[in-house]
């Protein structure tokens, strides 16, 4: 499994994780301004960093369930649109996955898309096609022990995959969610692919080998949403329209709590 850390600021008392997925540039349907706004929000946030979880790009190709015919962009002027459009806020990128829709072009020729987005952007270190488990570490802990100007970081783990299935129905979609924890454990969970933006929490004893104690930890776990109007395949095979809100995940330096609003 791919990990990468990321380290910022003693200083910051926050964070903010902003979860950018199935944007689908190049698709007729994907909301330009919608993916500009979702840019925006990171790019203005002081505290705000990125994950790129896949699908960025809508990549159709003659064999996929995706209209060819109706894309707006060719597949390299699609990775170049999304480079464009993620300049402003390569520095704010703390891991970057691929999905199911820059895959095809990975099973037919070979070729990894996405890969190529985050090596124009520098961060290839941070990317991973099939998912990347992050440690994120900022501001400043307190509590017992820990002197003012001395006290560690706080930190975070998650895990993040594009994901797949899923179903129709909105149970189906919280189970595929849900399940990501059987996978590694960590602190929060981010998932895409199913279009529903979603949040939820359970809670999960950790080992704790250096007290030799299980300690109850809360899991947060965030489905992400789509920035596309309904119709095409969707509309079509008879799936739900879909919410284009965005869940943004919010993270406390003091005392560690994720939260998530919608």
């Given at each position: 499994?791919?990990?990468?850390?990321?380290?910022?600021?003693?200083?910051?008392?926050?964070?903010?994780?902003?979860?950018?997925s199935?944007?689908?540039?190049?698709?007729?349907?994907?909301?330009a301004d919608?993916?500009a706004?979702?840019?925006?929000?990171?790019?203005s946030?002081?505290?705000?960093?990125?994950?790129?979880?896949?699908?960025?790009?809508?990549?159709?190709?003659?064999?996929s369930?995706?209209?060819?015919?109706?894309?707006?962009?060719?597949?390299?002027?699609?990775?170049?649109?999304?480079v464009?459009?993620?300049?402003?806020?390569?520095?704010?990128?703390?891991a970057?996955?691929?999905?199911?829709?820059?895959?095809r072009?990975?099973?037919?020729?070979g070729?990894?898309?996405?890969?190529?987005?985050?090596r124009?952007?520098?961060?290839?270190?941070?990317?991973h096609?099939?998912?990347?488990l992050?440690?994120?570490?900022?501001?400043?802990?307190?509590?017992?022990?820990?002197h003012?100007?001395k006290?560690?970081?706080?930190w975070?783990?998650?895990?993040?995959?594009?994901?797949?299935?899923?179903?129709?129905?909105?149970?189906?979609k919280a189970?595929?969610l849900?399940?990501?924890?059987?996978?590694?454990?960590?602190d929060?969970?981010?998932?895409?692919?199913?279009?529903?933006?979603?949040?939820?929490?359970s809670?999960f004893?950790?080992?704790?080998?250096?007290?030799c104690?299980?300690?109850?930890?809360?899991?947060?776990?965030?489905?992400?949403?789509?920035?596309?109007e309904?119709g095409?395949?969707?509309?079509?095979?008879?799936?739900?329209?879909?919410?284009?809100?965005?869940p943004?995940?919010?993270?406390?330096?003091?005392?560690?709590?994720?939260?998530?609003?919608?």
């Amino acid at each position: 499994m791919h990990s990468v850390r990321a380290d910022f600021p003693q200083e910051w008392d926050c964070c903010n994780v902003y979860c950018l997925s199935d944007l689908h540039i190049g698709d007729e349907r994907s909301c330009a301004d919608v993916v500009a706004q979702r840019i925006k929000q990171v790019e203005s946030d002081p505290h705000g960093v990125c994950i790129l979880n896949g699908d960025i790009m809508n990549t159709a190709t003659k064999t996929s369930v995706s209209d060819i015919y109706s894309e707006r962009l060719s597949p390299m002027q699609q990775i170049q649109a999304a480079v464009k459009m993620l300049t402003p806020i390569k520095n704010k990128i703390i891991a970057a996955t691929s999905g199911n829709h820059e895959a095809r072009i990975y099973r037919t020729d070979g070729i990894d898309t996405m890969r190529f987005v985050c090596r124009e952007l520098g961060i290839e270190d941070k990317y991973h096609p099939d998912g990347v488990l992050v440690f994120l570490r900022f501001g400043s802990r307190t509590g017992k022990g820990y002197h003012k100007d001395k006290s560690p970081k706080q930190w975070y783990s998650i895990y993040a995959t594009h994901g797949s299935g899923g179903g129709r129905k909105e149970g189906a979609k919280a189970i595929r969610l849900a399940d990501m924890a059987s996978i590694v454990d960590a602190d929060i969970y981010l998932h895409g692919h199913t279009h529903l933006p979603m949040i939820l929490k359970s809670n999960f004893y950790r080992a704790d080998s250096s007290n030799c104690c299980a300690k109850l930890v809360e899991k947060l776990f965030v489905n992400t949403a789509a920035a596309l109007e309904y119709g095409g395949y969707g509309q079509a095979q008879e799936f739900k329209p879909a919410s284009t809100s965005n869940p943004v995940v919010h993270l406390a330096a003091a005392r560690k709590k994720a939260t998530a609003t919608l």
